[in-house]
């Protein structure tokens, strides 16, 4: 007990005597440097090779720290272990959806190690390769990268699986990638790729594989510039697919679906096909109150919406309209389709009643539609005072303007 106490003796003259030295008290030394030791030394202790401790089985697979984790996963993912493989690859999806990770990765190679992987026959392992692609490719430059390495070809091949997880995840990967412009253009230059992509989507029936397709050959057509897409899904009846899947029951498959249709309406001879498969008849069925606003927005998009379009990129599309046919006008007008037009003039919803103004302008070109429009002038005229959008009200004071026209405002080349 008293060499305790010696010690402790000797401690407090120590601590004295150096806040002598420094001038301090020696109560905080004596804090600070404590706090100091216990920090230390937890750190030690905390990263300390410890003796007689249990061993890990080799199927555990655990987190590394900071910039060490990547190069732990590719190398994991070469172990001959496929549990290994497996709770590697999880790891992989994991780290892939951080940005940051996402670069380290790219770094490590990780890449080179997944193309590697296409081979693998587990189920588990192939859901999860798809669903890493996908990660990485929401950055324009993984994307690249998985056109460099050819994964785009490999991910095509996944879609003939009969597991539709994969195939989901397969069409999510190739529709980050087609963000970037390689991937796109390989996807669209490819022999019958968005042929064989549209067949996929006619034999599907999940909602996840659906949407993902659809969005996949929204962003190939690229707003409707890209010629050879438009060809490529006309000559494969792509038409006839959005107009069945207008009819779908999941909200976002038939938004987009109606949205596809609008995009390839550019091309006069889409408006041609669509009119002839009685396109108009199956979006007015959009237009009707059991949809939503943004369904509807997307219908009427697909009958009428001007594009602002340069002769040199499209010389025969002056709007992506199918109403500008005179044909789908009469049709519109015997499905008794002006008569869905005043209910959906709502200012509070800009771009519904954007797109309903510039399909009651295309509209009124008609003498029998002009007449029972004009009851919505009041509306317009309401939009024009009140409304605080300067867009809505110059396209209400357009269609103020058809209104009161006594003849047919426009002759329209090929009307």
């Known amino acids: 007990m008293a060499a305790v106490e010696d010690l402790g003796s000797q401690e407090h003259y120590h601590w004295m005597q150096t806040s002598k030295a420094y001038n301090s008290d020696p109560f905080v030394y004596h804090v600070n440097r404590w706090t100091n030791w216990y920090n230390n030394s937890h750190q030690i202790v905390l990263h300390q090779s410890r003796s007689m401790i249990k061993p890990q089985p080799h199927i555990i697979v655990n987190q590394a720290y900071g910039n060490l984790m990547a190069p732990?996963?590719?190398?994991?993912?070469?172990?001959p272990n496929l549990i290994v493989r497996q709770k590697t690859m999880t790891w992989a999806v994991e780290y892939l959806r951080i940005a940051d990770n996402r670069a380290r990765c790219f770094q490590a190679g990780l890449l080179k190690v997944l193309m590697k992987l296409f081979s693998e026959t587990d189920s588990y392992m192939l859901q999860q390769l798809a669903l890493a692609f996908k990660y990485a490719a929401e950055t324009e430059i993984g994307g690249r990268h998985m056109s460099y390495l050819g994964a785009i070809q490999g991910l095509l091949k996944m879609l003939e699986s009969d597991d539709r997880i994969l195939r989901g995840n397969a069409l999510q990967a190739l529709n980050n990638a087609s963000s970037s412009r390689l991937a796109r253009e390989e996807i669209v230059y490819g022999d019958k790729t968005l042929k064989f992509i549209l067949n996929i989507i006619n034999l599907e029936y999940d909602n996840r594989c659906l949407t993902a397709g659809l969005k996949l050959l929204t962003k190939c057509v690229r707003g409707g510039l890209d010629h050879k897409?438009?060809?490529?899904?006309?000559?494969?009846?792509?038409?006839?697919?959005?107009?069945?899947?207008?009819?779908?029951?999941?909200?976002?498959?038939?938004?987009?679906?109606?949205?596809?249709?609008?995009?390839?309406?550019?091309?006069?001879?889409?408006?041609?096909?669509?009119?002839?498969?009685?396109?108009?008849?199956?979006?007015?069925?959009?237009?009707?109150?059991?949809?939503?606003?943004?369904?509807?927005?997307?219908?009427?998009?697909?009958?009428?919406?001007?594009?602002?379009?340069?002769?040199?990129?499209?010389?025969?599309?002056?709007?992506?309209?199918?109403?500008?046919?005179?044909?789908?006008?009469?049709?519109?007008?015997?499905?008794?389709?002006?008569?869905?037009?005043?209910?959906?003039?709502?200012?509070?919803?800009?771009?519904?009643?954007?797109?309903?103004?510039?399909?009651?302008?295309?509209?009124?070109?008609?003498?029998?539609?002009?007449?029972?429009?004009?009851?919505?002038?009041?509306?317009?005229?309401?939009?024009?005072?009140?409304?605080?959008?300067?867009?809505?009200?110059?396209?209400?004071?357009?269609?103020?303007?058809?209104?009161?026209?006594?003849?047919?405002?426009?002759?329209?080349?090929?009307?």
């Open 229 to 415: 897409a438009t060809n490529q899904l006309l000559e494969a009846d792509a038409v006839i697919t959005c107009i069945q899947l207008t009819a779908f029951s999941d909200i976002e498959v038939k938004e987009l679906a109606a949205r596809l249709l609008c995009l390839l309406a550019l091309s006069k001879d889409v408006r041609k096909v669509s009119v002839e498969r009685k396109a108009v008849a199956k979006l007015l069925e959009l237009l009707n109150d059991n949809e939503p606003s943004i369904v509807q927005a997307a219908a009427a998009a697909a009958l009428m919406r001007f594009a602002v379009i340069q002769e040199k990129y499209f010389p025969d599309a002056s709007t992506c309209s199918l109403t500008i046919n005179v044909d789908a006008k009469k049709q519109l007008i015997d499905h008794q389709g002006t008569l869905q037009i005043p209910p959906l003039i709502i200012p509070q919803d800009e771009v519904l009643c954007l797109n309903i103004l510039q399909l009651l302008i295309n509209v009124a070109e008609n003498p029998h539609s002009r007449k029972e429009l004009q009851e919505t002038i009041p509306d317009l005229r309401e939009i024009i005072e009140k409304s605080p959008s300067a867009v809505l009200k110059n396209w209400a004071r357009y269609g103020i303007q058809h209104l009161l026209f006594k003849h047919r405002p426009f002759t329209w080349a090929g009307v």
């Open 72 to 79: 732990k996963i590719v190398r994991c993912l070469g172990d």
